[in-house]
């Protein structure tokens, strides 16, 4: 391959190349030696036109010795650029004329001249007029370059499509184009360079147009499963760091379940990389060029914990956003235990001292995004306190961007883990040290983040602090013109003191302080002084307080308006409650005096609120009403017009002196009935990420009754009840009282949860179920999983599936006679590589008929497979259970989906498992019923009988005419039905029917008796006598008995 050491290099052959590159570097040198600005011009000017020259008579001319060469076309597609790039992009009409000659030099097979003509096109491609003339042209000539055998061509033609792909053009929308390229991925034959480039170049495509996968399923899951496949190889290093931000967009914008399945490989891979480069032994150590600043393949563990950060999720992110998510509780213990190791690992090799700048750099990188993540992996608390430690001691350092980041992880960090972490950051030295630094810290974008975190720590205990220094920092000079940060410091203050506040007095104090503090344009402030007069009015014990507290400060020479806007409403509303302490004359004073000094719409309310003060005092009348005739005359209208409608009321009430009037409009004001606090949805993020319930539980702040929130000011603390549980019956169905009992000890919930590493997706809707296309032959696996507990689930020349079911056996339960849970059952599953080659990239999905809405059956209990890769002849295993809820039709089983590349090929099997209402008694003793004798003929007509009487048609089901494969007789039915685990009733006296019974295990709605009558039929025209009649009766009023019958007439038809 040509390096690209200059695309001025001589590969044309022309004679008297060398004084062709002299005027070349003559030219650049010419232009960057020109003081004046018409010196470049006219030289700039001179060779466009000698270029055009060249160009034109190259077109013209017949004669091929005067035609301009590979080499030429190339040296003056290069002075266009250049002249392009130094009048910055200002000259661009003035060299389109070299377009076509572009085209001509794409053409090339030269390396030099190819790799010049998509270089100069890269930077013309983002205007319009140039993707207008040449689109088409360049379409087919990538088309070309892609089926090119020369790797060097498909290089640059995949550097295109990466560098412009993103524009404004038709490039993304080229099905063809998107397809040639995905077949360089899917390619066995590419090579590493090619894949790598081009799972870039993909990327660039699939963010301009992200339909490519989302409008075809089918194509989607193909597609996705075929970049999956570039992981078979895990210590291809430098494959994966191409392919991991493919992978993340994917898992981010388009569909997160499928790359789940990738975490297994993604843990080992990341555990394989650390543990290689902190060997010390020579023969495991990972090879230097992977080595950077004393720090492995930091490129590879960044972008794998970046994957991992979206795929897995906390516990205690009930509302993560990332539908089909991992919880890192139901990651299996192996592949936990690894990823904590490697996590461990890291953060303890990028905590080391180190003087080197760069090397400094890359661990603080790593940390910080590690940090982030390991929070998700801790259950005990331990790493959580860990990582809080290790970033409260980066909150000193000289780093501007350090402080930043830290700031940032730890707001994540208390947002996700709630109370553990807050606890630890609320420390008394973390706690001094944060403030510290928001007092003295001179960056405003580390102040806000300081602020954020602040409110993201408070809590009942630490309110006071907290709230107190908050409310100092805005007084302070330096930051008198960030009315931004003040508008965010007085909403999140606002909102603190009244989710937290358990002092009356405290709480108004600190209202007030926050609102004198707010700059005299309030109109972002409205919010607060808004909501701290609906808290006032619906708490009558603060009515009096308030109305004191509040003329203090409007005494003040500087009032914030605010204030005055707050004191207008209020002191309009309870004036007559300070009247002993203040004259109401005063109080009109008092506002006649802020009148001048404030807004219009602050005047407005003012005038309200003198109507008010006249009601509370009519001697008044007089000076009101000279006030009211000064502002007749005001500018603006809506001061004018409150002044003579209230002036005309006054007047009214004096002449016929009657109140009657005054009392009907100036009515006191109701309580108000706003239960949620408007300022939160001013917080934006913050607001929105306030931690879980792991958190101490905030007073639940309401305008209706705030009086039962906030205690007395003696009182510091609040009492709460815990809400009791919802009630649950125990309902059990009797049968009769020497026959069948079954008992109901299930409760009717479970956890979804499933511990899986390969995948148990998990859906609000059936829609993933339904979209399945299974493969073609899936019936008889299907059958025969129904049938036998154990067997072929499926068969290839590659790969051979089989399967095991038998009852499910906890730690504790060693009893299989008489286990614990009759409902569940265990499905262990081993997979057999049958190829001379090995398999790689083994995962599985299991996707149930539904997870939402009260399911009839969970998977739990979900173990990895034991190994991706399978060698030849080689086998591997994975095992889960299925808790059976409730009875569920058989058509709904779960089904798996198993995918894996063998000899490059990339394979995918879909299967129905066969998993039935009846599974529990299949893999069951007939002990575990509690069956000790065989049910005699007499008994099963009896409780035919009294299932009849008691229940009519409710709970049966019948089929006529079930004609079964091959020549099946009475006999061999009943052999199938014994080994199926029904009680058969030993009996000659009709010998042409089969009465059969069991009980059937559900664990939310209990246990059910079922009995059923198979009857050879006589009558049916059938060449082999294969006809048979069944009718099932079951204690359920349900479908029970209609799931039975179906599932019997699979078994009966394998």
């Known amino acids: 391959m040509e390096n690209t050491k200059s695309f001025l290099s001589n590969n044309s052959g022309v004679a008297n190349s060398a004084s062709l590159i002299k005027g070349l570097q003559l030219f650049i040198a010419d232009l960057r030696l020109s003081t004046q600005i018409d010196d470049q011009e006219k030289r700039i000017h001179s060779e466009l036109i000698?270029?055009?020259q060249q160009f034109e008579s190259s077109g013209k001319q017949k004669d091929r010795n005067s035609k301009v060469s590979g080499y030429q076309r190339k040296k003056n597609i290069a002075k266009l650029a250049y002249i392009y790039i130094t009048s910055n992009t200002n000259k661009l009409d003035d060299i389109l004329f070299g377009l076509k000659e572009i085209i001509i030099l794409l053409k090339s097979k030269v390396y030099s001249e190819k790799f010049m003509a998509y270089m100069t096109l890269e930077m013309l491609f983002q205007h319009e007029s140039v993707v207008e003339k040449i689109e088409s042209d360049i379409i087919q000539q990538l088309l070309i370059d892609f089926e090119s055998t020369n790797d060097d061509h498909v290089a640059l033609a995949l550097n295109f499509i990466g560098i412009v792909a993103g524009l404004k053009n038709n490039l993304a929308l080229n099905n063809e184009l998107v397809d040639e390229v995905f077949n360089i991925i899917r390619s066995p034959t590419s090579s590493l360079p090619l894949k790598k480039r081009t799972s870039l170049s993909f990327l660039n495509l699939l963010k301009t147009n992200p339909t490519l996968l989302t409008n075809n399923l089918q194509r989607q899951d193909l597609w996705i499963q075929r970049i999956i496949a570039l992981f078979d190889d895990q210590k291809n290093y430098r494959l994966m760091v191409s392919v991991l931000p493919l992978l993340t967009y994917i898992a981010s914008y388009i569909d997160t379940t499928s790359c789940t399945r990738l975490v297994p490989q993604l843990v080992q891979t990341l555990y394989d990389c650390i543990m290689a480069g902190t060997s010390s032994t020579v023969n495991s150590q990972l090879s230097k060029e992977y080595m950077f600043?004393?720090?492995?393949?930091?490129?590879?563990?960044?972008?794998?914990?970046?994957?991992?950060?979206?795929?897995?999720?906390?516990d205690n992110e009930v509302n993560s956003d990332v539908p089909g998510a991992l919880y890192a509780s139901n990651i299996g213990d192996d592949v936990l235990g690894k990823l904590r190791t490697s996590v461990s690992k890291v953060i303890e090799l990028t905590t080391r001292e180190t003087h080197d700048q760069m090397e400094k750099m890359v661990q603080n990188t790593i940390l910080f995004s590690l940090i982030n993540f390991s929070s998700k992996l801790d259950t005990t608390g331990t790493a959580t306190i860990n990582s809080i430690r290790t970033l409260c001691t980066l909150l000193v350092s000289p780093e501007v961007n350090i402080r930043f980041l830290t700031l940032d992880s730890l707001i994540k960090i208390c947002t996700i883990r709630g109370k553990i972490a807050i606890d630890e950051v609320c420390v008394a030295k973390n706690l001094t040290l944060i403030i510290k630094l928001m007092n003295y810290e001179k960056d405003a974008s580390l102040v806000r983040k300081i602020v954020d975190l602040l409110y993201v720590l408070t809590n009942t205990e630490n309110i006071k602090i907290i709230v107190n220094q908050l409310i100092k920092y805005p007084m302070k000079s330096k930051i008198?013109?960030?009315?931004?940060?003040?508008?965010?410091?007085?909403?999140?203050?606002?909102?603190?003191?009244?989710?937290?506040?358990?002092?009356?007095n405290w709480f108004l104090e600190i209202s007030l302080k926050l609102l004198s503090i707010l700059s005299n344009s309030a109109s972002q402030e409205e919010l607060i002084w808004e909501r701290l007069c609906q808290i006032i009015v619906n708490n009558p014990q603060l009515h009096k307080l308030a109305c004191e507290e509040i003329i203090e400060y409007m005494s003040t020479n500087n009032t914030s308006e605010s204030i005055v806007k707050a004191g207008a409403f209020i002191l309009g509303e309870y004036a007559n409650l300070i009247s002993d302490k203040y004259a109401i004359g005063d109080l009109f004073n008092l506002f006649s005096d802020k009148y001048f000094l404030v807004s219009n719409e602050t005047r407005a309310m003012i005038l309200t609120t003198i109507l008010k003060l006249y009601r509370f005092a009519p001697e008044l009348g007089s000076v009101v009403i000279k006030f009211y005739q000064l502002e007749l005359n005001s500018l603006d209208i809506e001061l004018q017009t409150r002044s003579y409608e209230y002036l005309k009321i006054v007047q009214l009430s004096k002449m016929n002196n009657d109140s009657n009037l005054l009392e009907f409009l100036l009515a006191p004001i109701p309580p108000f009935n706003s239960k949620t606090n408007p300022?939160?949805?001013r917080l934006g993020n913050v607001g929105n990420s306030t931690p879980t319930s792991a958190m101490p539980r905030p007073l639940s702040r309401s305008t209706s009754n705030l009086s039962h929130q906030i205690s007395s000011p003696t009182s510091t603390t609040s009492?709460?009840?815990?809400?009791?549980?919802?009630?649950?019956?125990?309902?059990?169905?009797?049968?009769?009282?020497?026959?069948f009992e079954f008992d109901n000890t299930s409760t009717m919930t479970d956890s979804l949860h499933t511990k899986s590493t390969n995948v148990v997706n998990v859906n609000n809707n059936n829609a993933s179920y339904m979209n399945q296309v299974l493969i073609s032959d899936w019936q008889t696996s299907f059958s025969r999983m129904l049938s036998f507990k154990q067997g072929n689930l499926y068969t290839s020349p590659f790969l051979k599936i089989m399967f095991r079911l038998?009852?499910?056996?906890?730690?504790?339960?060693?009893?299989?006679?008489?286990?614990?849970?009759p409902y569940k059952i265990t499905i262990s599953l081993i997979f057999l590589n049958q190829s001379e080659w090995p398999i790689n990239g083994l995962n599985t999905e299991l996707i149930p008929y539904k997870t939402q809405g009260n399911p009839e059956y969970i998977i739990t209990d979900t173990s990895a497979i034991t190994s991706n890769t399978i060698l030849p002849q080689k086998r591997v295993e994975q095992s889960f259970s299925i808790t059976i809820r409730r009875p569920f039709d058989a058509n709904t089983a779960p089904i798996m989906i198993t995918r894996y590349t063998c000899g490059g090929s990339v394979n995918k099997v879909t299967l129905k498992l066969g998993i039935s209402t009846l599974s529990p008694i299949l893999t069951a003793s007939k002990q575990i019923n509690g069956r000790s004798s065989i049910l005699t003929l007499s008994d099963f007509v009896s409780r035919w009988r009294q299932?009849?009487?008691?229940?009519?048609?409710?709970?049966?089901?019948?089929l006529n005419h079930l004609i079964l494969k091959g020549t099946k007789n009475i006999e061999t039915v009943k052999n199938v039905l014994n080994r199926i685990g029904f009680d058969i009733v030993d009996q000659t006296n009709i010998p042409s029917t089969i009465f059969l019974s069991t009980i059937i295990h559900t664990k939310s709605d209990g246990n059910y008796g079922c009995l059923i009558k198979i009857n050879k039929n006589q009558l049916a025209n059938d060449a082999n006598g294969n006809s048979f009649d069944i009718i099932c009766k079951t204690t359920s009023t349900g479908l029970l008995s209609k799931y039975i019958v179906d599932t019997l007439q699979y078994i009966l038809s394998l």
Do not use: H
């Open 719 to 739: 009492n709460f009840k815990p809400i009791p549980p919802a009630s649950r019956s125990r309902s059990s169905t009797t049968f009769s009282k020497n026959q």
């Open 293 to 314: 600043a004393n720090v492995p393949n930091p490129w590879l563990i960044t972008k794998i914990v970046s994957l991992l950060n979206i795929l897995i999720v906390s």
């Open 806 to 821: 038998a009852p499910f056996s906890s730690t504790t339960t060693t009893n299989l006679t008489n286990p614990d849970n």
């Open 947 to 958: 299932l009849r009487e008691n229940m009519d048609k409710e709970g049966e089901c019948q």
């Open 480 to 504: 008198n013109t960030d009315t931004k940060l003040k508008r965010d410091i007085a909403i999140k203050v606002s909102v603190l003191t009244e989710r937290y506040a358990t002092d009356i």
């Open 50 to 52: 000698k270029i055009k």
């Open 679 to 681: 300022l939160l949805k």
